[in-house]
T-cell receptor
Framework: DVKVTQSSRYLVKRTGEKVFLECVQDMDHENMFWYRQDPGLGLRLIYF???????EKGDIPEGYSVSREKKERFSLILESASTNQTSMYLCASSLFRQPQHFGDGTRLSIL | TQLLEQSPQFLSIQEGENLTVYCNSSSVFSSLQWYRQEPGEGPVLLVTVVTGGEVKKLKRLTFQFGDARKDSSLHITAAQPGDTGLYLCAGDRQGNNDMRFGAGTRLTVKP
């Protein structure tokens, strides 16, 4: 079974802090994704990556950056956290054009 | 505006009833997936449909892909409390290497 592991289930940070969310997958998938999930808005794509050191902007990249130094790890970075970035963050991985496998999410609160 | 519009947004029914939820778009998709998400967990894939007009059955769940590959429906027969959850559709647009999600239908099945 594919395992996608997100480093934290719950995280509380302060406005202005730099925040790192980590995601690791164990199935050698090329593609990795970061979404945020908010009530009534569904999953919105922040960034995705289709190879090591490659990244593509999704629909809402503002205020975020990503890093993919190794194939199995995809990091989401909030450069200077703001309260409107309080959300559930979901990481996913997949083979090319195949369904995605999700982690259990990180519920991030910015105070 | 969401690329994929799901309806209804909320649905509360009694055990044993039938229901249909819809996923509509003006875009054409190479494939479309349905996921179910339970509280505190990431979405889990239910089915992928790839051919226009395709119908797939998963026990009491029937999935249909529209002939033009722009829409899909999920029909549940004799719903059970275990069917409770958030149902998400996601589409893989032609020529794109990413996935877009609808906002979801939150289903509650009361015993």
């Amino acid at each position: 079974d594919v395992k996608v592991t997100q480093s934290s289930r719950y995280l509380v940070k302060r406005t202005g802090e730099k925040v790192f969310l980590e995601c690791v997958q164990d199935m050698d998938h090329e593609n990795m994704f970061w979404y945020r999930q908010d009530p009534g808005l569904g999953l919105r794509l922040i960034y995705f990556s289709y190879d090591v050191k490659m990244k593509e902007k999704g629909d809402i990249p503002e205020g975020y950056s990503v890093s993919r130094e190794k194939k199995e790890r995809f990091s989401l970075i909030l450069e200077s956290a703001s309260t409107n970035q309080t959300s559930m963050y979901l990481c996913a991985s997949s083979l090319f054009r195949q369904p995605q496998h999700f982690g259990d999410g990180t519920r991030l609160s910015i105070l | 505006t969401q690329l994929l519009e799901q309806s209804p947004q909320f649905l509360s029914i009694q055990e044993g009833e039938n229901l249909t939820v819809y996923c509509n778009s003006s875009s054409v998709f190479s494939s479309l997936q349905w996921y179910r998400q339970e509280p505190g967990e990431g979405p889990v894939l239910l089915v992928t449909v790839v051919t226009g007009g395709e119908v797939k059955k998963l026990k009491r769940l029937t999935f249909q892909f529209g002939d033009a590959r722009k829409d899909s429906s999920l029909h549940i027969t004799a719903a059970q409390p275990g069917d409770t959850g958030l149902y998400l559709c996601a589409g893989d647009r032609q020529g794109n290497n990413d996935m877009r999600f609808g906002a979801g239908t939150r289903l509650t099945v009361k015993p």
